[in-house]
């Protein structure tokens, strides 16, 4: 049987859209596998969003070229955003890949590795507005957690992104379909579903009706059997309305924690950034989302050295993180990416942008020494995601926390826990800016 292995790289979207190719290749009748030595054809789902995500995906490519050349590996087939962004590039530079595909072909993955195999070249770019085509996924996370995308592309044009010329216009997945898919996941044995797209809030917006129908797919989310916790990634904090906070305040099974990327606050440079709003508005959005949803946790991401920072916007920025101890914050330093119109502005030095992310990441360490200090004490539900050899120890996590980019909780148990079962755990201490605890007994 030929043998096809997968690599993906970057965000949980490219994680979903590599997991679609993988169900489509074994549905062909090739054996999928996730050691790739050995493989037939490796496929590797590239992010090309920033830098380093950049050269992760070359670095990859050049592995992977290296196993080709010891003979471990046959053909080579990039995918995802790094190809759609570099198409001719990759051609003239990586002469070791047999094949691309832009982000408008991973429906083609399966002919595409069939003219691999038959020597041929490929290299297939359809159009980034293409719909959306329903198919099915075999998962990548543990069997307890999913992620769920409700639509692709992006119509913001954030002055510093290029996602909307690597991904396309926003195009929502119709709901019914979405929730067929969360109904196999649930039967499968999904606890926990992550919802995501480049902007959830904006879901609905496309149709003919222009409606936003984010709380709409979440209550129907809510009455399916066995999904006992849904959480909500990416919602741009100039499309969160009364009707979606009333759904997150109300429905049980959603997990109090909304993902709001800001970016920065100053008034300013969000105007540059072609970003909607200013810091008064998000002031005022945090403070009526945690008077109506208690217990709230808030995860944002910041960008230093955006065109327009200097000092005086930076202190600003510090500033408002430290009056609104956010819980979660995500730190990074702009990077100009080409084809964009703030790589065409002036900006700081990279080496100060670097600079004041660390200094920020200080500001927030400390925000979350307080936000540990603060759970000793308290009994948590907390859902068991593994066992880690090295520490010898159970972990999970509580609601506030998101796989891959939250914190951990360690749990000490007398007996072994199943992975995905949800457990009572008193916090009774701090491990390396993680809590950890023990099972309360019935």
């Known amino acids: 049987m030929i043998k096809v292995g997968f690599i993906s790289l970057g965000c949980a979207k490219n994680q979903v859209d ?18 790739v030595v050995g493989a037939d054809v490796v496929v590797i789902n590239t992010c090309g969003f920033i830098d380093s995500a950049k050269s992760e995906a070359i670095d990859s490519i050049l592995q992977m070229a290296q196993l080709k050349e010891q003979g471990l590996v ?3 087939l990039v995918t995802g955003c790094l190809s759609q962004r570099y198409q001719q590039e990759i051609l003239n530079e990586l002469p070791e890949v047999d094949g691309i595909l832009g982000t408008g072909s991973y429906t083609q993955v399966v002919p595409t590795i069939e003219k691999l195999l038959a020597g041929e070249s490929v290299s297939d770019f359809a159009s980034i507005d293409t719909p ?31 996602i909307p010329y690597l991904r396309g216009k926003f195009r929502s997945r119709q709901m019914d379909d979405i929730l067929y898919e969360a109904r196999i996941l649930a039967a499968s044995g999904v606890k926990e579903l992550l919802v995501v797209a ?8 496309d149709f003919p009706e222009h409606k936003r129908l984010l709380p709409e797919l979440l209550r129907q989310l ?9 959480r909500i990634h990416y919602t741009y904090p100039d499309e969160i309305d009364d009707a979606f906070i009333d759904v997150m305040a109300t429905e049980p099974k959603i997990v109090k924690y909304l993902d709001i990327p800001i970016q920065h606050c100053n008034s300013k440079i969000l105007k540059l950034m072609n970003r909607r709003g200013d810091r008064k508005h998000l002031e005022d959005l945090f ?13 944002t991401s910041v960008i230093t050295g955006l065109p327009g920072e200097g000092e005086e916007e930076f202190a600003e920025l510090c500033e408002f993180l430290k009056e609104q101890h956010l819980e979660r914050v995500g730190v990074f330093p702009f990077s100009p ?11 700081v030095d990279s080496e100060i942008a670097q600079q004041r992310a660390q200094q920020l990441e200080m500001i927030q360490s400390a925000i979350m020494d307080d936000y540990n200090g603060a759970m000793l004490g308290k009994t948590e539900t907390v859902l068991v995601d593994g066992y880690d050899e090295d520490m010898g120890q159970f972990y999970g996590r509580t609601y506030a926390d998101s796989p891959e980019i939250d914190s951990r909780v360690w749990i000490a148990s007398q007996e072994a826990l199943v992975e995905g079962t949800f457990v009572k755990v008193c916090i009774d201490g701090v491990v390396d800016g993680e809590l950890s605890g023990y099972i309360m007994e019935d």
């Not at 549905?27 to 050691?35: I, K």
């Not at 996924?137 to 769920?148: F, G, K, S, V």
Request: overall charge negative.
């Open 222 to 230: 809510c009455q399916i059997d066995g999904l006992e916790w849904i």
């Open 74 to 76: 046959g053909k080579i």
């Open 337 to 347: 990416e080409e084809g964009t119109p703030a790589a065409e502005m002036e900006f």
């Open 198 to 205: 480049q902007d959830t809030s904006r879901y609905g917006t």
């Open 287 to 299: 403070a009526k989302l945690r008077a109506r949803i208690p217990g709230l946790i808030l995860r």
């Open 132 to 162: 959306e085509e329903e198919c099915g996924r075999i998962l990548t996370t543990p069997e307890h957690y999913a992620y769920i995308k409700i639509a692709e592309g992006c119509d913001n044009r954030c002055a510093y992104c290029i």
């Open 18 to 35: 590599c997991e679609r190719m993988m169900y489509r290749v074994q549905e062909a009748g090739y054996q999928v596998q996730a050691d």
